[in-house]
């Protein structure tokens, strides 16, 4: 499929924990829920219409816009993320009535999935993730991984956010950078752009040592990785995501 054929649908709202949720709905049959990364500009629609024809042919599929992404609400995000939007997607199930879904996770989109599962194992089918590690350290690669810190830095800078930031990052996200067109790096250009996600994104990020976990005590435990000392995943996604 001509990834820049398709023009976005208008797409539908919900109420969801407090958030206005804008998400694509299609097709009939056992649900399929597909959730975005958390770059710069990413949205569902972007992340998932080249395959979002090819679930709706057997599927009842879902592109939900995360919270801060695309027309959903640019709440701010006062606990971890992952469980903030893991208790927001488990409150759009009860509103667009659906006791239980696979999921398809892209980057963000797949460590909530998994959080999802860890937290609300009863409203989990399949779950296919890809790029979502929900570790914050590896023996193998050094971290963050390349694509991260052009994520991390695109916000930063007197310059702002620029296309040729856009390029560059895009173009390093996949495996064959030839298939970025000039389109796609418009399109997602100016959902980084809008002064609202301008806005948001340039906020000082909260401390997030301070939860109550280490507050009541809690104290890291070593790992088996290199005699590193880190936290839980569970304590990670609890409190600094």
């Known amino acids: 499929m001509d990834r820049t054929a398709v023009t976005e649908p208008a797409g539908t709202f919900v109420e969801a924990g407090g958030v206005r949720l804008h998400y694509h709905e299609l097709g009939r049959g056992d649900p399929v829920i597909c959730l975005h990364g958390a770059g710069p500009g990413a949205s569902a629609w972007s992340n998932f219409k080249s395959n979002a024809p090819a679930f709706a042919a057997r599927h009842r599929t879902f592109l939900v816009y995360l919270p801060q992404y695309g027309r959903s609400d640019k709440v701010a995000i006062p606990i971890g993320r992952l469980t903030f939007t893991a208790r927001v997607l488990e409150a759009f199930m009860d509103a667009v009535a659906i006791p239980s879904a696979h999921f398809v996770g892209n980057s963000m989109g797949g460590q909530v999935a998994l959080k999802m599962a860890i937290e609300t194992p009863h409203r989990m089918k ?34 702002g956010p620029t296309r040729a930031k856009m390029r560059t990052l895009m173009e390093t996200l996949v495996s064959t950078p030839g298939i970025i067109t000039e389109e796609m790096v418009d ?41 590193r000392t880190t936290g839980s995943a569970r304590w990670r996604w609890d409190c600094c995501w």
């Open 187 to 227: 399109e997602r250009y100016a959902a980084s752009a809008d002064p609202e996600v301008v806005a948001l994104f340039t906020k000082p990020l909260p401390r997030t040592r301070t939860c109550s976990r280490i507050s009541a005590g809690w104290r890291p435990r070593r790992s088996s990785c290199g005699g």
């Open 126 to 159: 399949r779950i296919a993730v890809l790029g979502a590690s929900p570790i914050s350290f590896s023996a193998l690669t050094p971290l963050p991984v390349e694509g991260v810190r052009l994520i991390q830095a695109y916000y930063r800078g007197a310059e």
